[in-house]
């Protein structure tokens, strides 16, 4: 297939890296210009998607996703009847569901298909795709799902996957706040931080967050899987979402303040398993 890919940070160079290795015809743009080996690189994102028959896109945030579609060399003017473009990123449902209608205007189909993964997943083809679209748009998808995940999950129309997405980031990082602050209590009272993960690795408490996480804590390793500004950012997303929807989300509100602190802390581009850090320091 023909497909342009848009944004190389830790999560989309990977994915455009597999689709290159399965075989693909990858055209590939970066604000900042990036390249990935087997790939064409273009200069704007109107230019990568002329004549793709997908766009896949995975870039920080809301604002990136309409400055990439919508921005004045952004994809708009390549869109076709048939086209389709994939957004991988995480960002608000009610904005995606926006691009969805802007895109249908051109014929083209949208599909949200934020992933988790993380940065092993992604290097690993092992994503789990969280999706909103077209049942339709879904099948024709599929090959390409196959080449960078192991799983599919189709949550609903337009909007869903983000809508799942930001909701069991929620959970990530409620768990990973459990986690960090029972770190810190048992560290206190004097439990070494090897045997309290050991402990929560044999029982219950277990769960994929600290799979993933307890390593790199051990390490004190805060290079950047998955980037604490993002996890901010979702956070917010998410305090956004139930506001429109007039519910209270209080745990949540305690957690932002641990990550603005992060921030402040100078731990923005590390990942954010360092509120561990903040939550020593506090
Ligand atoms: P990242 O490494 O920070 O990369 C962000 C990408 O977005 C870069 O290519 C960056 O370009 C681009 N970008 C930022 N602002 C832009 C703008 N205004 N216009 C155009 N491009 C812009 O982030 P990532 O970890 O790959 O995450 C990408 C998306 O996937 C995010 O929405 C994130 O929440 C989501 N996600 C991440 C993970 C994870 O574990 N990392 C897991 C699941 C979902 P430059 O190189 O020029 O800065």
Redesign the pocket.
């Known amino acids: 297939m023909k497909i342009a890919y848009l944004?190389?940070?830790?999560?989309?160079r990977p994915m455009a890296a597999n689709l290159v290795k399965a075989g693909h015809e990858v055209t590939v743009w970066?604000?900042?210009p990036?390249s990935v080996p087997g790939a064409r690189t273009a200069a704007t994102p109107a230019e990568a998607a002329t004549g793709a028959e997908v766009v896949w896109i995975?870039?920080?945030?809301t604002?990136?996703v309409e400055?990439?579609l919508f921005g004045a060399d952004g994809v708009e003017p390549a869109l076709r009847p048939g086209m389709i473009v994939v957004d991988?990123?995480?960002?608000a449902p009610r904005a995606s569901r926006r691009f969805a209608e802007r895109v249908s205007v051109k014929g083209a189909e949208f599909v949200d298909a934020?992933?988790?993964g993380?940065?092993i997943g992604a290097e690993s083809a092992q994503l789990v795709f969280i999706v909103g679209g077209a049942e339709k748009t879904l099948a024709a998808l599929d090959p390409l799902f196959k080449v960078l995940g192991k799983k599919v999950i189709h949550v609903g129309e337009n909007g869903a996957g983000e809508s799942a997405k930001i909701s069991m980031n929620l959970m990530a990082a409620a768990i990973f706040e459990g986690f960090a602050e029972a770190l810190v209590l048992s560290g206190k009272l004097g439990v070494p931080a090897e045997k309290m993960v050991e402990l929560i690795e044999s029982s219950m408490i277990r769960s994929g967050v600290t799979d993933y996480k307890a390593g790199f804590v051990l390490r004190r390793d805060w290079t950047a899987?998955?980037?604490l500004r993002?996890m901010l950012?979702?956070i917010r997303l998410m305090l956004e979402a139930a506001a429109e929807e007039k519910i209270s989300l209080p745990a949540l509100k305690e957690i932002e303040k641990v990550y603005q602190k992060a921030v402040d802390d100078g731990h923005a581009d590390h990942d954010y398993a360092a509120t561990v850090e903040t939550v020593r320091n506090m």
Do not use: Q
């Open positions: 944004g190389l940070g830790i999560m989309g970066n604000r900042t990036k995975c870039v920080a945030d604002s990136a400055r990439v991988s990123s995480t960002i934020p992933v988790t993380s940065k899987n998955f980037p993002l950012k979702d």
